[in-house]
C-alpha cells in the first residue's frame, strides 16, 4: 500500500526509494516514461558491451590487461601459425587470425578472460575438409567457412537460441569427440614432427599407414628436434604457465634454423611468407560455394560455442557473475565475418590461452585489444625471422596443446557409474576418429538426440512402499523394509507424460495390475516426478481410469502438480470418471484413503486438502472432516 495519502506531496525518503527502485529495475514509483535517449542508452549497453565497462575502468587495470596481453600474444603468434598449418592453411594466415577477430571481439565480447584465436578442434575440422588445392584457393575455402559461421552465430545470437547450440551435446558426447579429435590431431602432426609426407585423408587408419609404411624415410635430425621440443615445452608448462616459453623457444628455433642452417640439413622451415599483414577483400561467396561448406561451418560453430562459452562461464562463475549467451554469439559471429574480411578462418575462444589471462588477472576485454596490437607489431618487426621456423616446432606446439585433451578419468568414471553414457562416448570417439571430425559430431548429434528418445519413451515407473514409522514412500526395489499394501498397488511416473511415452506407460501400469498379487482393487499414482502432459497423456489417463474402472479397480492420484492440474480441469475426466475425491495432496493421505475404501481402517476425524481445484477457480486449501 501507498503510505502517501496525498501524491501531490513528496517525501525525501520517497525520492530516495524512487531512485533507488528505479536503478536496478525493480518496480516503477511515478517513473517518467523513457524518452528516446534513454531508449538508446539502454540499446548502447545491451550492443556495445564498452559502454559498460569502459566507464567503471581503472587506471590500475591497466598493468594486468597490458601483461597478459602480451603474455597470451606471444603464445598466439606461434600456436597461430601451427594451427593453421593443421588446418592446411599457410602459417601466415593463423597470424591474420589472431589480430582482427580479438580486436573486435574486445568491441562486443564481455568476458574479460577469453582470449579468441584459432584452436586445435575448429582447425583439424577444417583440414578434413581442406581438400589439395594451391594455397590461394585453401584460404578462399577457409574464409567462407569463417563467414558462414559467423553469420550462423549471430542469427543464433539475435535470436536468443545460445541455449539451444550451447546444450545440444552432452558432455559424454563433448568428451568422446574432443578426445578422438585430440587422436587425430596428434597423429596428423607426426608428419612435421619426422619431416614425412603423408597423403589421403587425415584418419586414423590411413596416418598410421603411412607413418608405418614411411619409417625408413624419417628424418632422425627433425625426430630429435621434435622430442627435445616437446619435452621442454611440456614440462616449463606444468612449472609456470605465466612464463612465455612457447615464445622463447621459437625464438630460439629460428635462432638455431638461421645459425645452422636447418633448411640445408634436411630440416622443413616455413619460408617466406608474402603479405605478412591482412589486408581486407570480398569473401568469394557463392551459392554453390554455400551448399557445398553450410554443413561444415554448422559444425565448426557447435564445436565453437560449446568450447567458448563453456570456457567463458566457468570465468564468469569465478568472478561471481553471469554470462550474456547471446550477446557472446554476437561478438564470436562478428569475429568470424569480419575476421573473413581480413583473410581469417574460424576462430573461438582459446582454453589454453584464456587460462593464462585468468592467472594474469585481467580485469577487462581490453586485453584482447591489446593482444591484436601486440600480434601486429610482432609482424611488423620479426616478419623476415618468420622465413626459418622450422615446422617440427610447430608441430610440437599443436602436439603439446592436443594431448592434453585426451581425457582418460571420464571412460573410466562412466564405465562404474553411467554405463549408457560410456557408451556414447566410445562411438563418439569411434566415429570421430576413424570417420573424422565432421562426421563424428553429426554421429554424437544424432546419438544423443537417439539416447534423449530412449530415455523419455521408456521412463521409471516404479512401485513404491511405506517406510515403517513414517509417512514416507519409497522405491520397493531399493527399500526392501518398505511395505506394502494388499489390494493396492502404488506407482510413481517419473516423467511427464507426451506422446512419445504414453504406450510405454500405459502398458507397463497394466502389466502391474495384471501381474501383482492379491488383486488389485485400489490403485494410487504418485505424480511428484510429472511435471507436465500433452493430449496424448491426458487421452491416456482417460483411457486408463476407463478400463480401471471396467475392472472395479479404484483410481487414486496425490502430489498432483499445476500443470498437470490445469491439464486434466480441461477435460471431462474429473466429472465423468474420477472426481475431485480422487486426488490428494501426498500419498499417504492417498493410502489412508484407500485402506478406508476396502474397509480395513476407520476414519476418525480424517483430515485431507481438497487438492483438485474446479475449472472455475482455485479453491481454498482447507481441512475437510470425512466421515464414512
Known sequence: PNPIADQTIEHNWLREARDV???????????????????ARKWARKRFPPAVWLPKYQLSWLKSDCLGAVMVGSMAIPQGMAYALLAGLPPVVGLYSVIVPPIVYSLQGSSPELAVGPVAMLSLIVGGLMPVVPKEEAMAIGRIIALL???????????????????????????????????????????HLLALKLEGDKLVPNITYQILSQLSDVHWPSALFSLVGLTILIS?????????????????????SWAFDFRGKGFIV????????????????????????LGAAFVVSIVGVSESISIAKRFAAQRGDKLKVSQELIALGLCNVLGSVFQSYPVTGSLSRTAVNGSM??????????????????????????????????????????????????PRHLWSTYRVDFLQLVIAFGVTAFLGAVNGIFASLGLALAVIVYRTAKPPVVVLGQLEGTNDFRDCRRWEQAI??????????????????VNYI????????????????VMVIEASGMNAIDASGARMIEQLALQLKARDIRLLWSMVKAPIRESICGTKLLEDVLGPESFFLNTYEAVEFALVYLGRKEFSQFSRHDAFPSNQHLRDAQALDVNI
Open 361 to 410: 588477472g585481467v580485469k577487462s576485454p581490453l586485453t584482447s585489444f591489446l593482444m591484436g596490437v601486440v600480434v601486429i607489431v610482432f609482424i611488423f618487426a620479426a616478419t623476415p625471422l618468420l622465413y626459418y621456423i622450422p615446422k617440427p616446432y610447430l608441430g610440437v606446439v599443436v602436439v603439446s596443446s592436443a594431448l592434453p585433451l585426451i581425457d582418460f578419468n571420464e
Open 506 to 521: 500405459s502398458t507397463r501400469l497394466t502389466l502391474l495390475v495384471n501381474t501383482t498379487y492379491p488383486t488389485v482393487r
Open 484 to 501: 506394502q499394501f494388499q489390494n493396492i498397488l502404488l506407482v510413481r511416473i517419473d516423467s511427464r507424460l507426451s506422446f512419445v511415452n
Open 270 to 293: 616455413v619460408g617466406e611468407l608474402s603479405g605478412a599483414f591482412p589486408t581486407p577483400s570480398t569473401v568469394p561467396l557463392t551459392m554453390d560455394r554455400v551448399k557445398q561448406y
Open 236 to 256: 616449463v608448462r606444468r612449472w609456470n604457465r605465466k612464463f612465455p616459453f612457447a615464445l622463447m623457444l621459437l625464438l630460439l628455433s629460428v635462432l638455431c
Open 21 to 39: 527502485v528505479t536503478e536496478f529495475g525493480l518496480c516503477s514509483i511515478d517513473q517518467p516514461a523513457p524518452t528516446a535517449r534513454d531508449r
Open 149 to 191: 559461421s559467423g553469420l550462423l552465430l549471430m542469427a543464433a545470437g539475435y535470436l536468443k537460441a545460445g541455449f539451444i547450440i550451447e546444450n545440444i551435446l552432452p558432455h559424454p558426447v563433448i568428451s568422446g569427440f574432443t578426445s578422438g579429435a585430440a587422436v587425430l590431431i596428434v597423429l596428423s602432426q607426426i608428419q
